[in-house]
């Protein structure tokens, strides 16, 4: 079945160093993956996004790669702070109604 | 503008007891999901909607869930009947229209059966 799932299941890093979380997927038919940040609480928060005819987009202090002939897919993030500690999920758009399939998320604990 | 809002926040059910949970997306959105998240996992797809009709209902675990979009706008998700394993977050989303753009979320509604 498809799949989207992560290789981490936590990410501790000093404030001021970069993260990077990884996601690797399965299903070669999705055309869009999506960041989504979580805190505790909270619904999922967009991040960032990318199409598949893209293999790299940028953001504030993020950038996402992704490497279809691996079907990978990661989430760096520059100068982590402590308001970045939340789990972060990938997710791909699946289907034709563009439901997304969610990984089981990494937990970022950014330590002072 | 306000984004998607959900209630109740929190919702303490006996086994056995009907619930019915509420998303109000963005205003204008076509496109409601309801997701399923349970502790320590990913969401995970309930069910549909592109205004008023259900399109997917495949991700719902059982004929005791039910979901409703009567006007396009408001939807509801009633479970029948809940057990203990029903315990968990449920989350609605929505986005502008029926294509790959970008889901915005609600808080969520826990429900824990007791």
């Known amino acids: 079945g498809e799949s989207v799932g992560l290789h981490l299941p936590t990410l501790s890093v000093q404030e001021g160093d970069n993260s990077i979380i990884n996601c690797a997927y399965s299903?070669?038919?999705?055309?869009?993956f999506i960041w989504y940040k979580q805190e505790s609480g909270k619904g999922p928060q967009f991040i960032i996004d990318?199409?598949?005819?893209?293999d790299k987009r940028q953001g504030q202090r993020v950038t996402v790669l992704l490497n279809k002939t691996v079907k990978h897919l990661s989430l760096q993030i520059a100068a982590t702070q402590p308001g970045d500690s939340a789990v972060y999920f990938c997710?791909?758009?699946?289907?034709?109604?563009?439901?997304?399939?969610f990984g089981a998320g990494t937990r970022l604990a950014v330590h002072p | 503008g306000a984004g998607v809002s959900q209630s109740p926040r929190y919702k303490v059910a006996k086994r056995g007891q009907d619930v019915a949970l509420r998303c109000d997306p963005i205003?204008?959105?076509?496109?409601l999901f309801w997701y399923q998240q349970a502790l320590g996992q990913g969401p995970e797809f309930l069910t549909y909607?592109?205004?008023?009709?259900?399109?997917?209902k495949s991700g719902l675990p059982s004929d005791r869930f039910f979901a409703e979009r009567p006007e396009g706008s408001v939807s509801t998700l009633k479970i029948q009947r809940t057990q203990q394993e029903d315990s968990a977050v449920y989350l609605c989303?929505?986005?502008?229209?029926?294509?790959?753009?970008?889901?915005?979320f609600g808080p969520g509604t826990r429900l824990l059966v007791l």
């Open positions: 989303a929505s986005s502008l229209a029926g294509g790959a753009e970008t889901q915005y």
């Open positions: 909607f592109q205004n008023e009709a259900q399109l997917d």
């Open positions: 299903n070669s038919a999705s055309d869009y």
């Open positions: 997710a791909g758009i699946s289907g034709g109604y563009n439901k997304l399939i």
């Open positions: 205003s204008g959105h076509v496109s």
């Open positions: 990318i199409r598949s005819n893209m």
